[in-house]
């Protein structure tokens, strides 16, 4: 049961007399936020506010910390995802936390209770320049598939061999909303932006030489697009341009 729903029924609960008014209270309380220990306060509320819930970053936490969080969070709502998840700290949530589903190349732990169906319209289609840069981009898919988004991959389709991106013009035509993931000098999103009809969400990845400043140099030619249409990222954030493109589409519907 997600948030709206929980709440819808605990309001029918207390309308029809099967729930106090002190018992609601109470559930209330940690719909808004919810303590771990002494180290988290998860904000349940998040989903109802943005119709995104909130996301476990991974990198800084101990594992412990994360399972704590995760099943916390899993009474609550029915995908938790973590972020930026090594094998090593799968490994220790897999036995303490039920339901769990570890996308390696995304760096991606979730605890799954129902896989979701796509439930809204449009398609979220990622492009790579390169192999190197799947981590980023399978992030970015696979947080928009667990958002309930449709998702639609085209891999190793970069600048120094352009006519693989041209034999496949009809992922641009077709898409509703394009993520770009480049490293190196970057060029790809201005390319794609060219090309295009709709919103391009560009991420710099830091796959580079060493002048490419882990990422700052094709950050810099994103935000130097001569090409319009362009909302650039951080550098890496493949997670942060799948929020976005789902915003996009679920405004694009509203407006519609």
């Known amino acids: 049961m997600n948030e709206q729903d929980a709440l819808r029924h605990l309001l029918e609960s207390v309308a029809q ?8 209270f109470t559930d209330l309380k940690h719909l808004s936020f919810e303590s771990v220990d002494d ?13 995104f819930p909130e996301v476990i970053w991974g990198p ?7 399972a704590k969080i995760m099943n916390a969070m899993g009474d609550r709502h029915p995908i938790v995802m973590a972020t930026r998840i090594d094998v090593e700290t799968y490994h220790y949530l897999q036995p303490k936390v039920n339901q769990l ?4 190349e995304a760096r991606i732990c979730a605890r799954i209770q129902t896989f ?33 988004f449709a998702v639609k991959r085209l891999w190793d389709v970069g600048v120094a061999g352009i006519h693989r991106l041209l034999s496949h013009r009809h992922i641009i035509d077709e898409a509703d ?10 060029a790809l999103p201005s390319v794609v932006a060219g090309l295009a009809d709709c919103p391009v969400i560009a991420v ?5 030489y060493g002048v490419s400043f882990g990422g700052v140099a094709p950050l810099l030619t994103m935000l130097n697009s001569c090409s319009a249409g362009i909302g650039v990222m951080n550098i890496d954030n493949g997670f942060g341009a799948a929020i976005l493109a789902g915003q996009i589409l679920r405004t694009a519907a509203r407006l519609r």
């Open 60 to 66: 800084g936490k101990t594992p412990e910390q994360i």
């Open 39 to 51: 180290f988290a306060k998860i904000d349940n509320h998040r989903g109802l506010r943005t119709g």
């Open 101 to 104: 589903t570890y996308y390696p």
């Open 17 to 24: 007399g099967r729930v106090s008014p002190e018992a609601a």
């Open 116 to 148: 979701p169906e796509v439930k809204h319209r449009g398609a979220i289609s990622i492009i790579t320049a390169g192999t190197a840069d799947l981590p980023v981009a399978e992030e970015a898919a696979i947080t928009a598939e667990l958002s309930g």
């Open 204 to 208: 710099p990845t830091s796959i580079g």
């Open 177 to 186: 909303v394009l993520i770009t993931v480049a490293g190196m000098e970057g």
